[in-house]
């Protein structure tokens, strides 16, 4: 512990913001070398929630387009080598956009990114045809929809394509989850009812599970833009929002109460991470706290940036959401110092 700790300047904790990439090491070391049958096997065997991470995080990298390019030029009847050029001209069009409200946008933005994401359909719509039993060409065209303004019955099309494939596929629900968000022109109705529809379909140990925290965080944030954190704390804090928010996450680690803190030790795949930390927020703003802190716990002082950010209170903490946390932890009695 440093005395910037001790003084409040700089938190216990820390932000990383790097998990897709970092899980994507191997496979873009896979497509640098050329290696293309591996990576291709890589994808194949993935779950479809490691998948989607592998392809985000490679789309990501440096040169995401130009490498995936020469991996479908190689290849041109791979489905996975056309889904990876439309993803990365997608990711690389949102970097020129950036993540703020359109209204933020810069002019000159939007002309690239548009047509970043207008290139991305050619590929996507490719390998839905090479290969009819996988989701993800819908699911990215879902990505790309959504920064194009597209409207809501071509995105549930496109919804319904996709898990007419893949039924309980993870990144088609997250995607489309986030076009019926307040933010996105949706509203917290229609969020609320796709999501507890959703969970209701998936089994228990089911990713799914996790769009529950999500849509409680996306509640909260409209709360805090509009009126502030304390007024996003008092009315999440109530009792049938935490008993939903805690189902979500026994039923996301297909755990108990007794065994939550090893079933949140051992919790792995690509949107773990993404789980833990839209977990974290819920039940502590929604007032579940024996499962707050046994999520906070187990994040161990590394949190990613969102949604923390979302729930931040005053300067300090929105330039670092790592002081959230960490006034988190002591509200619930957890030494963010340990």
């Known amino acids: 512990m440093s005395i910037l700790n001790t003084l409040g300047i700089k938190p216990y904790s820390k932000s990383n913001d790097k998990q897709a990439e970092l899980f994507s090491i191997n496979f873009r070391k896979k497509l640098d070398r050329g290696d293309y049958l591996e990576a291709e096997m890589m994808l194949m065997k993935a779950s479809d929630q490691n998948r989607e991470r592998m392809i985000y995080g490679f789309a990501t990298s440096e040169n995401s387009v130009q490498i995936s390019a020469a991996w479908a030029t190689k290849h041109p009847r791979s489905a996975f080598a056309n889904i990876v050029v439309g993803a990365s001209l997608i990711v690389s069009g949102w970097k020129i956009r950036g993540g703020n409200y359109a209204e933020d946008v810069a002019d000159n933005a939007w002309a690239p990114f548009l047509s970043k994401l207008g290139s991305a359909e050619e590929p996507l719509l490719r390998a839905a045809k090479i290969d009819a039993s996988i989701a993800e060409p819908y699911s990215w065209l879902i990505h790309s929809g959504l920064g194009q303004g597209a409207s809501r019955e071509d995105q549930h099309r496109l919804f319904v394509e996709a898990t007419s494939r893949a039924p309980l596929h993870w990144p088609a ?107 974290g927020v819920a039940l502590y703003l929604c007032g579940a706290r024996r499962e707050a802190k046994a999520v906070l716990d187990a994040l161990q002082g590394e949190i990613e940036s969102v949604p923390w950010a979302w729930i931040a209170d005053g300067v300090k903490e929105r330039l670092n959401p790592a002081f959230v946390y960490d006034r988190a932890c002591g509200e619930l009695g957890i030494d963010p110092s340990r």
């Open 173 to 279: 629900h997250y995607k489309y989850f986030n076009v019926l968000t307040e933010k996105w022109g949706g509203s917290h109705d229609e969020m609320f009812d796709f999501v507890r529809h959703s969970t209701r379909k998936a089994p228990r140990g089911n990713v799914l599970h996790c769009l529950t925290p999500s849509a409680y965080n996306d509640f909260a944030l409209s709360i805090v833009s509009a009126r502030g954190v304390n007024t996003a704390r008092q009315t999440l804090r109530k009792p049938q929002f935490a008993e939903e928010v805690a189902a979500a996450l026994y039923a996301w680690l297909d755990a108990t109460p007794e065994n939550l803190p090893s079933k949140l030790d051992n919790v792995s795949g690509g949107f773990s991470s993404y789980g833990l930390n839209q977990f």
